[in-house]
């Protein structure tokens, strides 16, 4: 019974192929979210500023600037958790997607930059404890 509730947890299984077809939408959209999250390092000082000052009347030029990448980074994330794909570390742009092997889910890893999906790791183990692709039968 563990191995149902193992799989149901995950919506979407994901073949190394299937996987791999999703590395060019997967490295726009994770592009786009470090470059909101640049914006929003650039600008945080200016926002807390702002913040700070709200009962005054203050107000932020860069406020706009904020607003729009904080949405950024959230309508990407959205995009990618609702392809399947689990979000592990946005600054390293590190992902798994779960993958049925041997009758038990394990995670397919991969990371922005690489250019295909080499690695996996148990569920309960992760970027550190990745294994090569030959060792996945």
Known sequence: MAHD???AQHERMFTLS???RLIPQLNSKLTSIQQAKAVLS?????IKKA???AQYGGGSTVGH???L???QVSANLQAIQELGILVKDLDLGLCDFPHLREGRVVYLCWKLGEQEIRWWHETTTGYKDRCPLE???
Do not use: P
Not at 42 to 46: L, V
């Open 5 to 7: 509730d193992e799989y």
């Open 18 to 20: 299937e996987a791999n």
């Open 42 to 46: 650039r600008t945080k000082e200016d």
């Open 51 to 53: 913040s700070a000052q």
């Open 65 to 67: 600037l904020y607003i």
């Open 69 to 71: 990448g904080l949405q």
């Open 135 to 137: 060792g996945l039968a």
